[in-house]
């Protein structure tokens, strides 16, 4: 899946398909897809080839309006191997943590825990006083590898 379709897939599933249940109607949900194909193609473009903080407002803004939560950002592992959570760790690391664990890691990497393990081990990464990875060095390395086909 490419950014733009996980964006769509996101806007649709969280707030439209919402709000087409609550007001009983479809209508203004199919006016509103139509403007937001056109503004998640706009998106994209900025996430992936924008200045930095261009991409920074619309990941703040993307995040705050389709995971809003009084404790925080707390995506699952997973999340971060989709498109749109490598553009975010390429982009700004993790809007809310300074570390995060060794599966995270792994998951923002493209590589598994043990992987980080191993670099951590190694000196290729270091460790978070607090446990864990600390997350601009997970984007400074990331930022220093070109991004694969599949976080594409």
Do not use: C, K
Not at 5 to 25: A, K, M, T, W, Y
Not at 47 to 66: C, K, M, N, Q, Y
């Amino acid at each position: 899946m490419d950014l733009a379709g996980q964006l769509l897939r996101l806007l649709d599933n969280r707030l439209l398909d919402p709000l087409e249940i609550l007001l009983e109607d479809d209508r203004p949900g199919d006016a509103i897809r139509t403007l937001l194909r056109r503004r998640v193609a706009e998106w994209a473009e900025v996430l992936e080839h924008g200045d930095e903080p261009a991409a920074v407002h619309v990941i703040a803004r993307l995040i705050g309006s389709l995971y809003p939560d009084d404790e925080g950002f707390h995506p699952p592992v997973d999340w971060w191997r989709t498109p749109l959570g490598q553009i975010v760790v390429r982009r700004v690391g993790h809007p809310y943590a300074a570390a995060v664990s060794l599966a995270t890691a792994g998951a923002m990497l493209g590589i598994s825990r043990q992987g980080v393990h191993d670099l951590v081990r190694r000196g290729r990464l270091p460790r978070h006083p607090d446990g864990g990875v600390p997350v601009a060095a997970i984007r400074d390395r990331l930022r220093n590898t070109p991004p694969t086909e599949e976080s594409r």
